[in-house]
């Protein structure tokens, strides 16, 4: 079946430094991705919406400068946490539409540790 | 807006059988589905629900009831492998949308 690859699985940075956060749909083209951010034992808040070829749609109350988003073909997302702060620490979930479209394919996550 | 409510926790011994229920609140959605995830883990995908009714796969059944704004996912024969959290989530917005419920940690005992 589809398959959405994330990338790194865990990282960790300093306060101040940006880390990027890869997701691959491997055997799909996804024109729209979405990230998703989820704190522990909660549930997952959608960030932002990511299409190809155009810039991303940012949910209410997330900052578009710190949290880059680029969709630069159909198979690659990725988002970027610029400045980042202990704050910012947290698992970070993509996830693309298949090709059916009630089928959402999601990532492995991404675990942010800033120190 | 749109939001989802479902129970935050509910405990369960093995073999039984057990129902998360979900109410929603929204001007309109394509369908309602259901998504299983373990700690740590990405969300995996049970059902889909697009049409009023009861939609079953294996172990585990889903239903919605629009006139009603609701829906469940009826768990059956638990093993502890069971033991997660079950998130409801809404279609919306050209199905390119997931509005994600709260999630309940469904907890399988001996």
């Known amino acids: 079946g589809a398959v959405v690859s994330q990338h790194p699985s865990r990282v960790i940075c300093k306060s101040g430094t940006s880390v990027k956060i890869e997701c691959r749909s491997l055997?799909?083209?996804?024109?729209?991705m979405f990230w998703y951010r989820q704190f522990p034992k909660q549930s997952l808040m959608l960030m932002a919406t990511s299409n190809e070829g155009s810039k991303a749609t940012y949910e209410q109350g997330v900052e578009k400068d710190k949290f880059l988003i680029n969709h630069a073909s159909l198979t690659l997302s990725t988002l970027t946490v610029t400045s980042a702060h202990p704050e910012d620490s947290s698992f970070y979930i993509c996830s693309a539409r298949g090709e059916e479209r009630n089928t959402i394919y999601f990532g492995e996550g991404s675990w942010l540790t800033v120190v | 807006g749109q939001s989802l409510e479902q129970p935050s926790e509910v405990t369960a011994v093995e073999g039984a059988i057990v129902q998360i229920n979900c109410t929603y609140q929204t001007s309109g959605f394509y369908g309602l589905s259901w998504y299983q995830q373990h700690d740590g883990g990405a969300p995996t995908f049970l059902s889909y629900n697009a049409l009023d009714g009861l939609e079953e796969t294996g172990r585990f059944s889903s239903f919605l009831s629009r006139s009603d704004s609701y829906g469940y996912l009826l768990l059956q024969e638990l093993q502890m492998k069971d033991s997660a959290s079950y998130f409801c989530?809404?279609?919306?917005?050209?199905?390119?949308?997931?509005?994600f419920g709260a999630g309940t940690r469904l907890a399988v005992h001996p």
């Open positions: 055997d799909f083209q996804a024109t729209t």
């Open positions: 989530v809404l279609f919306s917005g050209g199905y390119n949308k997931l509005i």
